[in-house]
């Protein structure tokens, strides 16, 4: 009675195991997607920003480098060439107005990249004269 039991539990178990290794090849799969998926409209988003804040929108169309990197030198998606302490300099001529409830991280990176980022608004809110169009 025992043995019948344990050996039915096996089978169950197995048939489990075997269910949940399908769908972790499945998870795998979807989470290679979304990487891929990031990747892109994180590349399309620099091309457009980049588009956006130099004075020609002509490169709309022009894909960045891949990685980032050009000639060994890290590329900054505003201006071709430009290196991302050249765009920090620029940015930082522009003045920064935040929302009033936002709040820093304390993590110097991504406070940076806050800052950038309302920076990078600024810019572009003054050269379409307060109007951004999707």
Do not use: H
């Not at 399309?44 to 130099?54: H, K, L, P, Q, R």
């Not at 110097?108 to 379409?128: H, P, Q, S, V």
Request: proline share 3%; net charge neutral; charged share 30%.
């Amino acid at each position: 009675m025992y043995c019948e039991n344990i050996e039915a539990e096996k089978v169950v178990y197995k048939s489990n195991f075997s269910a949940l290794r399908g769908l972790k090849s499945d998870i795998e799969n979807v989470q290679k997607l979304i990487e891929k998926g990031r990747r892109r409209v994180q590349q399309d988003f620099d091309v457009w920003y980049g588009a956006m804040t130099s004075s020609d929108a002509s490169k709309v169309g022009e894909a960045a480098p891949a990685d980032g990197y050009e000639g060994g030198r890290q590329m900054s998606a505003d201006v071709p060439g430009e290196k991302v302490t050249e765009r920090s300099e620029r940015l930082s001529s522009v003045p920064l107005r935040m929302p009033s409830g936002t709040k820093l991280t304390g993590n110097t990176e991504t406070d940076n990249d806050i800052i950038a980022f309302y920076r990078a608004k600024e810019l572009l809110l003054a050269r379409t004269g307060g109007r951004v169009g999707m």
